[in-house]
């Protein structure tokens, strides 16, 4: 482990060893990396003896609602408002304000521990760990627990923990296939199975388990597949109506984006969601390298990974297709 990972490892460690109670939450519309990491991070703090509320502004998605202990998790504030925690963790949140409203708002804490690996942090916690290197948070979350389980004399971590700290590395890296995954995830997670992580429980629930509703979602999206300068750029859109005649969630639109990504020969790939009718549209963004869509993204307000990101954009839907494509020309 590097000298300063090691340290912020530490100190994190110690910081939580010393709290007795710990409020942990995750950025909106989680992810199984973010929910992964609570659920890991959460139930290690729980079985310290510690009082532990894990919080999440808004519900767990379905494909999620496999991981255990999942229903620990509560989206009702008022079981914080008007509390005092002596660490508040924020896990998987690119700033401050990722946590939604409530959090944002929130000053009830002694303690604020920020580990997150995205591009975009900008260390807003007293506490920081934010390794760009880390293919999610999991792994960081995996030394904080394999520090303080070293300091409790733990010798290996629970079976439940490894899962969902498995099922963090496996969502964020999409079962290890991203770029972001090094030599450290993948040993990470062969010591998360050594400690009983279910793999083929995880692979099975994550990967191989669509919804009716999802797969006709998905079966409209795909005709709006556009390429654009010598097939470099390509998107594909999903509108309001789309959901309405599927009966699908917008969670459901995870993953559209890899039909455009995986075609050879593209650079950048999007997605563009709508949600207020032609009025307000949300992107998603991949890249093979070339082109920094952290970089695009944070000029809107948005912001992620070097190869993956997102913003908001307010306007018609011909107004923001033109402005993204028009600006990823000039970076191609
Ligand atoms: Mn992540």
New binding site residues.
Partial sequence: MKTLTKKIVVDIAGNLLNAKTCLLCVHESP?G??VG?MLALGGILSGMDKEVVMFSSDVIPMRLRILPQWRNITNDFSSISGRHFDSMIML?CGDRTRSGDEITAFTGYTTLVNI???ASNDAFGDLNFVDLSSS???EEVYLVIRELADRIGMEQIPDDIATNLLA?LYD?TGGMRYISTTSRTLRIAADLVDSGANCSYISEHLFFSVSRQKMELTSRVIPTLSFENNGKISYVVMRLKDLEATGAFSEDSEGLIDFPRSIQGVEVAFIIKEIEENKKFKLSFRSRGRIDVNEFCSRYGGGGHKVAAGCTLHGDFEQVRDLVLTELRKML
């Fill in positions: 992810d990396d973010a990491s998987d997150d690996h995205h999610c948070t999991g963090a964020d």
